[in-house]
């Protein structure tokens, strides 16, 4: 008489307990568990969440108005160059509809908006030339909508972008003019914007535009030699260091420039913005973990270091020899201490492999690349989930490691996550783009990631998901999506993902299961689960009353 009730009750048990995983998609996979309880609340409440763009990838109207043309424009049009022959002629059309993304960024709820000046829109001949009326009309619709929306605007001077003109005239960023021209752009910006803006970056990712433009020639003017590439000119070893002196060197007399003349009166901040990599030794020995500090010091602290104390990393001085451009003693008094704050754009996390003890492959076997080999993988597993960038990787701990080594490194300064985000190819459906759970995963990862290196004493400020909208990337074109709205291609329509969902209800509070109306409809749903089991309670009574 019992072994019916005690079969049928373990089989109502069970049911119960596949229910609610029906009715929402796992995060947990390869034996890693999301922070499911991450909230607005962890952070401060003075605390800024953004979402980050830059001006070639979701502007457009690339000959409006009196534009010029950049370097982009030209590079892109050359077949070849960029995926599917993509360009940012027309992009996300943002020129004509910055209005409609305002309100967008608005409905998330968003408190910052990163977003970079068009320097051609601007000075459509650099500093021998006027400034465009219709240009700084442009910006400054942009920033006094989203001041009356209450996001506050975060500008980056320069993102990539170079005119055309300089590039001819004397080789753009190879030249020490540059620095001249550069300080003309800055300064005009400051004065038709800094009344509003108090959050400046100077340049974005010094590290990364040296490396794919001066070391590997993927961006223009694609500049590289052997064994790195097969470019028409450049020499590898050598030009990322000169292109990287010359972006320090206009930083700090753009940054002297605002605290002479216009942080008295406009109170902003100044800092800039690198590219940073985490990286995990790939041997279990002293070697790699050597290897480790000294890529940290060759990507990240050659940016900051000079700019907070005044030289490049010692590390880099003990490797490079006359290749390395020395800061005479001018120099060195004003790249010291330039900097307010400190931008860190993180995506992922890298194996490193030592290359002085142990063979490499002769791309990896030379000082510009700190003798350290990197890699995805070990033993055939890769460090991380796989996104639609082929070295991002989902590894949340990245983000505590990198915050933990930049807090040490330069302990008194504020932080802020300037770009993390999720990105996936292109050949997936609307329907599957549109349904992101996986960039869900990813940004509630590295939020309680973050949220643990605040914890531990990290002085980070704010984070800026990249980006609002998918948009141009680069030599990938518009293939590699990282939006939480998609783009139609064809229409230009706007559509909300589930991550901006997502991220609206945690900027509100809310968590994502407390969110589940924004879900796709699933024949799981709440009513059918409790009718379901009220049918089920109806059977067990009638078993047992048997």
């Not at 590898?236 to 000169?242: A, G, Q, R, Y």
């Not at 142990?358 to 890699?375: H, K, L, Q, S």
């Not at 990105?423 to 509630?444: N, V």
């Not at 998901?465 to 230009?492: A, P, Q, V």
Request: proline letters at 5%.
């Amino acid at each position: 008489m019992k072994t019916r009730p005690q079969f049928f009750g373990f089989w109502f048990f069970s049911l119960l307990l596949l229910l609610p995983s029906a009715s929402y998609p796992s995060f947990i996979e390869n034996g890693e568990e999301e922070e499911d309880d991450i909230s607005r609340s962890m952070f401060p409440d003075d605390f800024l969440f953004g979402t980050s763009t830059s001006a070639y990838q979701i502007e457009g109207a690339y000959l409006e108005d009196g534009k010029t043309l950049n370097n982009w424009d030209v590079f892109t049009h050359i077949p070849g160059n960029i995926e599917n022959g993509d360009n940012g002629d027309v992009a996300d059309d943002d020129y004509h509809r910055y209005m409609n993304d305002i309100e967008l960024m608005e409905s998330i709820g968003v408190n910052a908006y990163r977003f970079s000046i068009s320097w051609t829109r601007i000075l459509p001949s650099g500093k021998v030339g006027g400034v465009n009326p219709y240009g700084i009309r442009f910006y400054n619709k942009i920033i006094d909508n989203l001041l009356l929306k209450g996001i506050e605007p975060f500008v980056t001077i320069n993102h990539h972008d170079i005119p055309q003109e300089l590039e001819e005239r004397y080789e753009g960023w190879l030249n020490p003019l540059m620095q001249e021209d550069f300080v003309h752009l800055a300064k005009t910006c400051f004065e038709n914007f800094g009344d509003r803006v108090k959050y400046w970056i100077t340049i974005n990712e010094p590290n990364l535009l040296a490396e794919m433009a001066y070391l590997r020639g993927w961006y223009p003017p694609a500049r590289c030699s052997e064994p790195f590439g097969n470019c028409s000119a450049g020499n590898s070893d050598v030009e990322p260091l000169i292109v990287v002196h010359n972006m320090l060197l206009s930083h700090a007399r753009a940054a002297k420039l605002y605290h002479q003349r216009f942080k008295a009166k406009q109170g902003g901040s100044i800092g800039i913005v690198a590219n940073a990599f985490m990286y995990e030794p790939f041997r279990d020995n002293e070697n790699d973990r050597q290897a480790v500090r000294r890529k940290l010091a060759f990507d990240v602290a050659w940016i900051f270091d000079p700019l907070i104390y005044g030289d490049y990393p010692l590390e880099m001085r003990k490797y490079h020899r006359k290749e390395l451009p020395k800061f005479s003693q001018e120099e060195t008094q004003l790249v010291k201490g330039s900097l307010d704050f400190i931008g860190i754009n993180h995506y992922s996390s890298l194996y490193a492999m030592d290359c002085l003890h142990f063979p490499c492959t002769a791309i990896y076997d030379r000082a510009i690349e700190g003798y350290v080999a990197v890699t995805g993988e070990r033993d055939g597993k890769p460090i991380g989930e796989r996104t639609g960038m082929p070295r991002f990787f989902v590894v949340p701990w990245g983000m505590e490691k990198i915050m933990d080594y930049v807090k040490r490194r330069y302990p008194t300064m504020p932080i802020f996550v300037t770009e993390n985000g999720y990105s996936t190819a292109g050949h997936h459906d609307e329907q599957e783009l549109i349904q992101d759970f996986k960039r869900i995963k990813f940004h509630k990862a590295y939020l309680g990631a973050l949220a643990r290196a605040m914890r531990k004493g990290a002085n980070v400020k704010g984070y800026f998901i990249w980006s609002i909208m998918d948009n141009f990337e680069w030599i990938h074109g518009y293939n590699t999506k990282f939006g939480l709205y998609y783009i139609d291609r064809k229409t230009l329509k706007r559509t909300p993902k589930l991550s901006a969902r997502w991220y609206a209800d945690f900027l509100k509070n809310k968590s994502y299961h407390q969110g589940k109306p924004n879900l796709p409809k699933s024949p799981w749903s709440q009513n059918h689960v409790l009718e379901m089991g009220s049918k089920v309670a109806t059977a067990s009574r009638t078993l047992l009353r048997a």
